[in-house]
């Protein structure tokens, strides 16, 4: 075995075989979660069919003995098993101190344990379950010059329970002392009995497919094991004669019924005894497929041209076993090929999907919203209460034409001057009257768009109204609901000479008409999210759990309502985040079990896309513009912004901004210049060629002296690269906390004061105390109404205790402040504060350990998009891949203040760096199903009478019908389209509502609509058009 170096800098990877033993008393895994990732980070997986990032085994630390040397080394990594009944075979790197798993292990079990097998098996039945009566008298039984194996441990357990049930004749339950009963229902024992029954698999599972081991051995059954058509036995069976097929998760699932992870090239070549069972063919597929999803990973393809995927392999095979391998992965049906492109079949799916949903909310029976614009834009104001009990929406506070309010108590004097130009105008008179007098034209027309269109896309810079638009519409159109059917009732109530005919019905119509407006906002981020719901006070939610909803609702059987079955309009917000196979999931799920019938997409098509395949606002945008369902909002309406706005302009048409003040490192007095409080967009030029060496010189002149930056709660720092991140908030700590990073022992600290954010997703209930933990926040007080007693309050009074932190989650990427720090009972609880939002009171270690928080004051550019902040610090960096979207993105986080600190010639470099284009077929699938679908339905509705519409509209559109075809054009239609808009839509899509047209309309196109005229909104006359009369007559104006 090659040994390591204590510096872990010079030597290798080297190989590790021996036992796991267990560690010392008091040696808590809460210490390694802190750890960095890059040794062993999983990448999300792009040929998942639902879930794109993995879940990986946790992280633990263990002690592992070498087998030759008997040394004992303390190694980190994400073990799937830990016990001392497993030997193990690991790669391992060292690093400063420690020791860090290369991969994963393949795993063995221990047969000789010698004088600790007693323990070793004690320790096994523990983790079993196995009641302490039970091993008593299992020990008791056992002879004492007996040789106890854990090979042989089932026939030992099965003498011992026969022996037990002759002894006890009148005991009438054989699981009494069946302590194999409790050994095969555990995880713990089922990995155990499948390695004494499968040892294969334990060895080549957990390398191939780290993320599904503990699933598949969930598969095991004691009577089922090495019978046909046992899953384990298959498994078995194909990684002793076939293991290349681990590699395809299609070709898995027709051999064992399940949906698993795929192996990766590495992996199988890791493992030498199956990679040398690997045909030429195959291996050479599995190369090729590996290509495509690293391209798709990396680069944001949903798809590759078939000669560029042939070419990247073509120096590790002949190109004619390249494409022998590409027609293989074809016929296998492990990729689509559409002409000369190569898709992996999900992403292939969710954009044909996505056009087919865009299609039927198309088909569906339109729903128009007539409104006053101005009265919505500057009503806005004027609306203080609403009454929704389904989505408890309050109306926001700010109009559509001011600046975004600042709330902080604590800001320095430049944002006080910033936020006390929010407060003037939302003070005086004048201002107010002058807001209702200057309506944003572009605002207005995306009023009318969203009005109008089943699908909308609003693009704009921060500050030009987007969320404020969609608010305030929704807003006004529920308050106008409530109001007028409140009156409707009222009137028909006081009527006392109405006829006894009337009645209500469910009669349908060509309108479409919904019980209430039921709004779903979304965001792609926990942040986004939380940021959506603080604009529009209405709750707002990730993509992510809308999804997991559907799946719990799914697996509970569906008996009961889905959470957003009765959901009729999806908001989606920063949607140049949002990846094309989770966009696609969620409209599925919404179209398929509620009643979506509107769309409406809020984004920046200039900003950084997803990290993950696709390019969903952009491909919008583009595809939808020409139809005049999209609009881009100019007007920026923050002016304390306004050169924020100029500049950011500027770089996406890679032009260099204009800064009103350039700060250059003086060399004569070794220090920076002050930046002046009056100025807004601001450049500190690092040295060239030497940068690094001045940034943290500059980035601490800033702290002491930048304007907008004495209050962390209202400013942010931006990198590019993580080494950036974590030499900023190092002197961040410092500066605002008056402490280091790390203590003596390495481990990140947090105490009061700091900055911190959330780095993986995780709910608030899970981080709260127990009910055995002494609340002393209130000390002296006996109504204490911290989350923790409140709780607990409500469940000794017998009441179900508040649902609200059941729902709450600490989202990927929040930040918050701890403001309270203290010991209660023994157990160390932190007070974290959103900035304008709860307080919650949670166990230190849960947090540490659950959200795997870091500290906040500096973050990437990709973990802080979709967020804002008031000063904005922007550190370039070596310019590397950045382009001018990493500057565009990282330039409109600020609302009032942007730094940029950069090298002046890295700065240049990356605004004219052009973006990387992503290889996509979204705009080209909604291209061609809008124009021929509609073409076609055109011609359908136009060709039929009036008594024909009934049965027209009655129609099934089947969803299989609407695949893209290769032969469609693209260039023409839009236009006979667009004057088309009423004919088009008389066929609803499945599972929608079917409709009818009143019979006295002379064609679909004229279908009597609630005019503005009337000054009535169709959502609050839902009641009086369900009026009907069985026997119309003349009300009597006098009695006789």
């Excluded at 990846?579 to 969620?586: D, E, K, R």
């Excluded at 400013?715 to 080494?723: A, G, H, M, N």
């Excluded at 610090?873 to 310019?879: D, E, K, M, P, T």
Aim: proline share 4%.
């Amino acid at each position: 075995m090659a040994q390591a170096d204590s510096s872990g800098r010079s030597r290798p990877a080297f190989e590790l075989q021996g036992l796991l033993l267990p560690l010392k008393d008091g040696v808590k895994d809460e210490d390694d979660e802190e750890e960095d990732d890059a040794h062993d980070a999983e990448p999300f997986d792009v040929a998942s069919e639902e879930n794109s990032q993995l879940l990986r085994p946790p992280r633990r630390r263990v002690k592992i003995q070498d087998k030759n040397t008997k040394k004992e080394y303390e190694v980190v990594g994400r073990f799937v098993f830990v016990g001392p009944w497993w030997k193990v075979n690991v790669k391992v790197k060292q690093f400063g101190s420690k020791y860090y798993m290369d991969g994963y292990p393949s795993y063995f079990l221990q047969t000789d344990a010698g004088r600790n097998q007693k323990a070793v098996i004690s320790l096994f039945f523990n983790e079993c379950g196995v009641p302490e009566s039970l091993q008593k008298a299992f020990w008791e039984w056992l002879p004492r010059d007996s040789s106890l194996n854990i090979i042989h441990l089932e026939q030992t357990l099965y003498q011992f329970t026969t022996s037990k049930l002759m002894e006890e004749q009148i005991s009438t339950d054989p699981k009494e002392f069946d302590i194999f009963y409790y050994v095969e229902r555990s995880p713990v024992g089922k990995a155990v009995l499948s390695a004494l029954a499968y040892p294969i698999v334990l060895e080549f599972l957990p390398k191939l497919l780290p993320c599904n081991v503990s699933d598949c051995i969930q598969w095991y059954r004691h009577s089922q094991k090495h019978c046909e058509g046992d899953q384990l036995t298959t498994l078995e069976k194909i990684l002793q004669e076939e293991p290349w097929k681990l590699g395809f998760s299609k070709i898995m699932y027709r051999e064992v019924r399940a949906g698993l992870a795929e192996a990766c090239f590495k992996a199988f070549h890791d493992c030498e005894h199956l990679y040398q069972k690997i045909p030429t063919l195959q291996r050479n597929a599995l190369m090729l497929y590996g290509n495509l999803k690293e391209r798709c990973r990396e680069c944001g393809h949903t798809y590759e041209e078939q000669d560029k995927l042939t070419d990247m392999v073509s120096k590790k095979m002949p190109v004619e076993e390249a494409w022998q391998a590409l027609k293989f992965l074809k016929d296998e049906e492990v990729v689509i090929t559409e002409k000369k492109l190569v898709f992996i079949p999900r992403l292939y799916k969710a954009e044909k999907q996505i056009a087919d949903i865009v299609y039927n909310l198309r088909q569906n029976p339109p729903w128009h919203f007539h409104v006053d614009i101005k009265e919505v834009l500057n009503g806005g104001s004027c609306i203080n209460n609403l009454r929704d009990s389904d989505d408890e929406s309050v109306v926001i506070e700010e109009k559509p034409c001011e600046r975004d309010p600042n709330k902080s108590g604590n800001a320095s004097r430049e944002q006080e001057n910033c936020k006390n130009d929010f407060e003037s105008e939302e003070q005086t008179q004048s201002k107010e009257s002058k807001c209702e007098a200057e309506v944003d034209p572009d605002q207005g027309k995306a009023i009318e768009l969203i009005c109008s269109n089943p699908v909308t896309v609003i693009s704009g810079k921060g500050g030009c109204g987007k969320t404020t638009v969609v608010s305030y519409l929704f807003s006004f159109l529920m308050k106008k609901e409530n109001e007028e059917v409140t009156n409707a009732c009222k009137d028909f109530e006081t009527d006392v000479d109405a006829p006894e005919e009337w009645q209500t019905s469910h009669q349908s119509s060509n309108v479409k008409t919904n019980d209430s407006l039921n709004i779903l906002f979304t965001a792609p981020t926990g942040k986004a999210a939380a940021l959506l719901s603080k604009k529009t006070k209405i709750p707002a939610y990730t993509l992510h759990q809308v999804m997991y909803s559907y799946y719990a609702w799914r697996d509970n059987g569906g008996n009961s309502p889905w959470k957003f079955s009765r959901v009729n309009i999806l908001v989606v917000d920063e949607g140049s985040l949002v990846p094309v196979g989770i966009l696609s999931n969620v409209l599925k799920y919404l179209f398929n079990n509620a009643q979506l019938t509107k769309l409406i997409i809020l984004g920046d098509i200039r900003q950084l896309p997803s990290i993950e395949p696709g390019n969903t606002l952009a491909d919008f945008f583009a595809s939808l513009k020409a139809r005049g369902w999209c609009i881009e909002l100019r007007t920026n309406h923050r002016s304390e912004s306004q050169l924020i706005v100029e500049n950011a302009t500027r770089i996406s048409q890679q032009k260099y901004p204009v800064f009103d003040q350039v700060l250059k490192f003086s060399q004569s007095n070794k220090s920076w210049p002050v930046p002046s409080p009056e100025k807004k967009f601001i450049l500190l030029v690092l040295p060239a060629e030497d940068g690094s060496n001045y940034l943290q010189s500059a980035i601490m002149t800033l702290l002491e002296n930048g304007p907008g930056l004495s209050n962390h709660t209202q400013s942010q720092f931006i990198t590019f690269r993580r080494k950036d991140c974590d030499i900023i908030n190092e002197i961040c700590c410092k500066h605002y906390s008056k402490h280091t990073m790390r203590d003596h022992r390495n481990r990140l600290q947090f105490i009061c004061g700091d900055k911190i954010c959330s780095t993986r997703n995780e709910y608030v209930k899970a981080l709260l105390a127990r009910d055995n933990i002494v609340c002393t926040k209130n000390e002296g007080s006996s109504q204490c109404t911290c989350n923790v007693c409140s709780r607990r309050e409500e469940r000794n009074s017998g009441h179900t205790p508040s649902s609200q932190d059941d729902d709450t989650r600490l989202c990927n990427g929040e930040i918050f402040f701890i403001t309270e720090d203290k010991e209660v009972d023994r157990v160390r609880m932190v007070t974290i504060s959103i900035t304008d939002g709860p307080e919650y009171t949670v166990v230190y270690k849960r947090l540490l350990k659950n959200s795997r928080i870091k500290h906040g004051w500096a973050k990437t550019i990709h973990t802080f998009q979709g967020s804002e902040e008031n000063t904005i610090v922007y550190v370039v960096g070596n310019a590397g891949r950045q382009n001018w979207q990493h500057v565009y993105t990282a330039v409109t986080r600020g609302r009032c203040r942007v730094y940029i600190v950069a090298e002046e010639a890295n700065l240049r470099a990356a605004i004219a760096r052009e973006n990387f284009r992503r290889k996509t077929r979204l705009p080209q699938r909604l291209n061609d199903a809008l124009t021929e679908k509609i073409s076609s339905s055109q011609q359908i509705s136009s060709s039929q009478e009036c008594s024909q519409n009934q049965e027209a509209s009655t129609c099934f559109v089947d969803q299989e019908e609407s695949v893209v075809s290769d032969k469609m054009e693209t260039d023409s239609g839009f236009k006979v389209l667009v004057d088309t808009v009423d004919a088009a839509e008389q066929i609803p899509g499945e599972r929608k509502r079917q409709s009818e047209f009143p019979q006295d309309c002379s064609s679909p196109s004229k279908v009597a609509l609630i005019m503005e005229e009337n000054k009535t909104s169709p959502l609050a006359t839902n009641l009086l058009q369900s009026l009907t009369l069985k026997s119309p007559t003349p009300k009597k104006l006098f009695t006789s």
